[in-house]
């Protein structure tokens, strides 16, 4: 593979992902010294000081490198969604005489070189000699160094074509595709004398306007995303060149470099954070652009590093930088800095590199003056860039049925070919006795050589028979009707200002024929915005609100009574769990990662949360009196009750979907170390120390919360020795420097501190149901759509949201499976199957029946013997509630149903953990909502309420599918019954290949004389009103049944566009076959008569048009009646041009008008031969 050298023009995308998912694969080194020579000419790289020399090295044998035997970029697959944990090196401004660096070129092609560990005959020094100048630097070494490395520019190219490519790309594209390849070679083979019994360019010239049509599209769009493009990679930063910040385009940045950012500017590309112009190195960005988060996050550089503030210590800096791999994973990145700056002795030390360090391209800088940064990621390689890859490739059904149907119709055209071709044989045998001429029986060449050529004449003459407009037909349809929805005020949100989006048009037809609805709950089914509602400490209850008859009071220990937060706060003096509640509020307010942000001019502080679980905490405690005001990178600031307090934060364990819970390891300001720890209730219970003595109450308090639709968490910690703690922060500082499998090697750390633990108790969250969700959910049922609701929440909570949602009612039966191992679950399935089966069986009247299942059961559920009886069950089920379930397994149940159902499946969700199963079912939809729009990013179709799903599916849904069923249809009926004429007619002609219409009219069937009608019937068509839709819901069930489009309808359709091409042709050469009918003395023939047939197929194609249509607008009147009209002012026009210049062009139609509309016998044809092809059409309907 071509290298990529920074000059180079090709798009450096496709590369910078194909390269092997090689591991340990040592990245190169990034020499960020700084010369001041600027003017000098360098290799790869443009300026002389700050950017990057690339190369492998041999580090001083760390424990963190793994020297194994290097592959090929090529040798195995990169998969983006998990990434590769294989590392790179980026050394800055190095001076250790012990750093050695190897080069050996050419054994990895294309990104990177191939490290070969032992060659010391390539080591080059960087070392800076005694007298040369700290800003400046050796030439030689860095001139090779740079001449060696093939990191990516960072200029990004997102378009589809240049100017080199498009014509290739677009046609390689275009005749990809069978209809067109098939067309092709009948504009080729017409191109043969002798063959083609029409004109040399009755088929190029449709072709090539379908083409046209489509390239015009195609370089439309493109052409914006090249603006786009420019735009960006003209954009300016200050990179450090020298001692001096200079201004750059985004295009000449290059790995190494070293960047200013200024607050309100977006990065460049992919940086580790260095210093920042706030204390501790700390920094605020907002990545809406990446994860559609409004939210600010924080970022904190390294301690050793936060005290450089000014460009020349920063021209000083020494180091080398040990990264992983680019890859797709924003939210990780491993890393080690190794530096001697802040040491003394100095000798190197390690120091991990997290996600917290880096700053992702795309990201803006918030809230912050300035901040310096080391690129190393660039271009293609950046997150940004490396999560703009296109969304899995999705084909409707009623496309599938479609090509399989231009199939058929391809089988018939060959067969009448080939029938066309035999009877010609036959006509030659027998008539070889006769002498006349001008039927040119006497061939030069064999019978053999005859019939094959007749294929290739009947192939050309009936190629029309395969509609070559019907596909770009259909996507100008479903563009539209992409629009429509898109323009629906009754989906657009006023209070987001969001309307909804159709991202994948060419699904939309699915819309309508939806059997099954995956759906989150958070975010999705409820407003996502979060309330501390309820609490249970130390065995008691706390509730904002309490009736009356449930509040307790001291002294009466009754688990189901509440104190109210008032209460708790006298607790909080006097009461014996004083402490109790101490710790846990102290918890609220510290073992978290929000950012507080004050507001100008006021006390007021606004919480910047990754989730808004977490922000509703962190605002509970405040409204308890414990109040987190301030974040420094090592520390936590609170007040309570009016005093401050500082707390020295030693270890976060964040929070994923495995582990479901988050651990702060906190020294308070009595100097003792505590481990906090919040989480799931199944997580905590299970690693809690014996003798616990609030757990039974808190597990009281837990059902009581979420049989109130409540969100729960669990809540619990540990007292930790500082002996206990030296052990363990050696093996999480080992785990947290190591480049393989860092996040596990994290999750191993975190589990060996998280045993023992203190239940303190648990908080409650209420999360709304969005406004009209019970209504939607019940309405969808209604119209036969079984509705799945997949959630993280526990089991009691889910229960609760489907009674509330309605997608649970009280005359359902519930069928709950929370079994503990595999054999438990299989048998209870079985069990339950075989009881509702054997029910059904007998005939019996059933309950409704809803089927519960946490995550754990679910895991032994969805392994391949048990995956069945699950499936088969469920499909038994009104409704199905998974709770507790993992993104992965979101996916995994929607894969079940579409592997043993065909039916078509929607999922819809609002975040990241969404994603997967949007990808994985039919139509993907997207709630852009408060977790961001990576959900909706993500999706086929976007939406902002759950509510607007009603509309979506019901109406935009079944029109579409209704619409575009029918548009196909026509189309595929109007040339069957244009083109079986000409079929009937080599019966007529000795099957010798004559055409009955002039070749140009026909040419201009598809795209002149028949095209709007269609268009019309597939954008505005409605075969019910969208009040009666929403009325009847019931409806819906004609599109899952696939009432509108299937192989009968095909069938139907094609055999009633035969029945009227034979009433059509026989009646008219039974008619006007003879000559006697003219008056003046003028002789009819062929051409009256084929313009005659034409003319009433014409009328006959459009009356049936008009028959199906359901709805007529002022378009439908302009496309149906007005195609009539076009062929009454194309035919004296044509006539005219044929006659009045000298070219030899349209002779059929020299004199042919006032001979046929003079004629009596023209236009009753031309009326009552339609009328008659159309009776039966118009009585049924």
Request: charged content about 20%; overall charge negative.
């Amino acid at each position: 593979m071509a290298s990529h050298d920074n000059n180079s023009e090709q798009n450096p995308f496709e590369d910078s992902t194909e390269f092997g998912s090689t591991l340990h694969q040592t990245r190169d080194l990034i020499d960020l010294q700084n010369n001041n020579n600027t003017n000098a000419h360098q290799p790869f790289l443009e300026d002389t000081s700050s950017s990057s020399t690339l190369k492998y090295q041999e580090l001083p044998a760390p424990a963190y490198i793994h020297q194994q035997s290097p592959l090929k970029r090529n040798d195995s697959s990169f998969a983006l969604d998990e990434g590769s944990f294989y590392d790179e090196s980026v050394a800055v401004n190095e001076d250790d005489d012990n750093l050695q660096l190897l080069s050996n070129r050419g054994q990895i092609s294309g990104l990177y070189d191939r490290l070969n560990s032992n060659n010391t005959e390539n080591t080059i020094s960087l070392h800076r000699p005694e007298s040369q100048p700290l800003n400046t630097r050796q030439r030689t070494p860095r001139l090779e160094l740079n001449d060696q490395q093939r990191f990516l520019h960072n200029r990004v190219f997102t378009a589809k074509y240049t100017i080199v490519t498009f014509l290739p790309k677009f046609l390689y594209e275009e005749f990809s595709k069978y209809a067109n390849l098939f067309f092709l070679f009948i504009s080729g083979i017409q191109q043969i004398p002798g063959i083609s019994p029409t004109s040399k360019y009755t088929t190029l010239v449709p072709l090539v306007i379908v083409l046209l049509i489509t390239a015009i599209k195609e370089l439309v769009e493109d052409w914006g995303v090249h603006r786009s493009d420019a735009e960006l990679n003209a954009r300016k930063c200050k990179v450090l060149v020298g001692t001096q910040f200079v201004e750059k385009d985004w295009r000449d940045i290059k790995v190494g470099d070293i960047l200013r950012v200024e607050s309100g500017e977006n990065f460049p590309a992919d940086l580790i954070l260095i210093s920042s112009s706030e204390p501790e190195g700390l920094c605020y960005i907002e990545t809406s652009n990446l994860d559609g988060e409004v939210n600010l996050k924080i970022k904190q550089a390294l301690p050793e590093t936060a005290s450089i503030l000014n460009s020349v210590d920063m021209a000083q800096m020494q180091g080398i930088i040990k990264s992983e791999q680019p890859n797709n994973r924003l939210y990780n990145y491993d890393g080690v800095l190794t530096t001697s700056i802040s040491n003394d002795m100095g000798k190197s030390k390690d120091y991990p590199l997290d996600p917290t360090q880096l700053l992702l391209r795309g990201a803006q800088l918030r809230n912050t003056l300035w901040i310096y940064g080391i690129v190393v990621f660039t271009g293609h390689e950046t997150k940004l860039m490396l999560n703009s890859s296109k969304k899995p490739s999705k084909v409707s059904n009623v496309t599938r049925i479609t090509n399989r149907n231009i199939l058929y119709l391809f089988a018939i055209l060959v067969l009448m070919s080939i029938a066309c071709a035999i009877g010609g044989l036959v006509f030659t045998i027998q008539k070889g006795g006769y002498t006349e001429g001008y039927l040119q029986l006497a061939l030069s060449y064999t019978r053999a050589q005859a019939f094959g050529y007749d294929i290739l004449t009947f192939l050309i003459l009936f190629n029309s028979f395969i509609p070559i407009s019907l596909m770009v037909t259909m996507e100008i349809v479903k563009f539209v009707l992409s629009f429509l929805i898109q323009s629906d005020l009754d989906m657009y949100y006023d209070v987001t200002d969001t309307a909804a989006v159709a991202r994948s048009s060419s699904l939309i037809e699915e819309l309508g024929q939806v059997k099954f609805v995956f759906s989150d709950k958070t975010g999705t089914l409820t407003c996502n915005e979060m309330q501390f509602r309820q609490c249970s400490i130390a065995g008691l209850s706390y509730a904002d609100k309490v009736e009356s008859d449930k509040q307790a009071k001291d002294g009466v220990n009754d688990p189901t009574l509440q104190y109210t937060f008032e209460q708790l706060q006298e607790h909080l003096k006097i009461h014996s769990t004083a402490n109790m509640i101490n710790e846990f509020l102290t918890l609220l307010a510290t073992c978290h990662t929000v950012i507080p942000e004050a507001q100008e001019g006021s006390e007021e502080i606004t919480y910047q949360a990754s989730s808004p679980d977490e922000g509703a905490l962190v605002k509970g405690a405040s409204t308890l009196h414990y109040k987190f005001h301030t974040r420094k990178p090592n520390s936590i600031a609170c007040s309570q009750h009016g005093h401050d307090y500082e707390y020295q934060v030693l270890n976060i364990c964040e929070f994923n979907s495995t582990r479901k819970r988050m651990s702060a390891i906190i020294r308070g300001p009595d100097g003792k170390i505590k481990l906090y720890c919040k989480g799931a209730d199944t997580v905590i219970l299970e690693r809690l120390a014996e003798n616990n003595p609030f757990v039974e109450n808190t597990l009281i308090h837990l059902e009581e919360f979420a049989s109130e639709g409540l969100r729960t968490l669990c809540i619990a910690m540990r007292e930790i020795p500082e002996e206990e703690y030296a052990r363990w922060s050696q093996i999480y500082d080992k785990a947290a420097t190591t480049l393989t499998n860092r996040a596990e090697e994290l999750d191993k750390a975190a589990e060996m501190i998280e045993q023992n633990l203190f239940l303190l108790g648990a908080t409650a969250i209420e999360d709304k149901l969005q406004d009209g969700v019970p209504d939607t959910i019940h309405t969808l049922q209604e119209a036969g759509i079984r509705v799945w609701v997949l959630t993280g929440d526990r089991q009691e909570t889910a229960i609760n949201i489907g009674y509330s949602c309605k997608l649970l009612n009280e005359e359902m039966s519930l069928i709950v499976c929370n079994q503990e191992s595999h054999w438990e679950t299989k048998s209870f399935l079985e069990s339950k199957l075989k009881d509702v089966s054997g029910a059904i069986e007998r005939g019996e009247e059933l309950e409704p029946l809803a089927f519960v299942i946490d995550g754990k059961a679910l895991t032994f559920a969805l392994e391949k013997d048990i995956e069945k009886i699950l499936f088969d069950l469920t499909v038994l089920c009104k409704a199905v509630i998974c709770c507790r379930v993992s993104p992965l397994q979101k996916a995994l149940v929607v894969k079940l149903v579409k592997k043993y159902d065909k039916s078509i499946l929607l999922a819809i969700g609002d975040g990241a953990n969404d994603v997967s199963m949007i990808q994985a079912a039919h139509v993907g939809v997207g709630i852009s909502g408060v977790e961001g729009l990576q959900a909706a990013r993500s999706a086929d179709f976007a939406i902002s309420q759950f509510r607007y799903l009603k509309k979506l599916l019901l109406v935009h849904g079944a029109w579409a599918y209704q619409r575009l069923s029918k548009m196909i249809f026509y189309y595929f009926y109007k040339n069957v019954a244009m083109y079986l004429t000409q079929f009937w007619y080599a019966f007529y002609n000795g099957f010798s290949g004559s055409t009955l219409y002039e070749s140009w009219t026909m040419s201009c069937f598809n795209v002149i004389f028949t095209f709007l009608p269609p268009l019309c019937i597939g954008i505005f068509d409605q075969f019910v009103s969208a009040r009666m839709l929403d009325k009847y819901p019931q409806m819906y069930m004609l599109g899952q049944s696939n009432e509108f489009f299937n192989q009968k309808k095909f069938w139907g359709w094609f055999f009633n566009a035969v029945f009227h091409s034979l009433v059509l042709f026989f009646i008219g050469v039974g008619a006007l076959s003879t000559d006697g009918v003219f008056r003046n003395a003028w002789a009819g023939g062929q051409w009256w008569v084929g313009t005659t047939v034409f003319t009433a197929v014409l009328g006959c194609i459009l009356w049936k048009g008009a028959l199906i249509t359901d709805i007529w607008t002022k378009y439908t009147v302009i496309a149906i009646p007005g195609s009539m009209l076009i062929w009454f002012i194309y035919l004296p026009v044509v006539s005219y041009i044929g006659s009045a210049i000298s070219v030899d062009i349209f002779p059929e139609y020299y004199g042919i008008v006032p001979m046929l509309w003079g004629n009596v016998n023209f236009w009753l044809f031309v009326l009552l031969v339609p009328f008659v092809c159309n009776l039966r059409d118009f009585v049924w309907k």
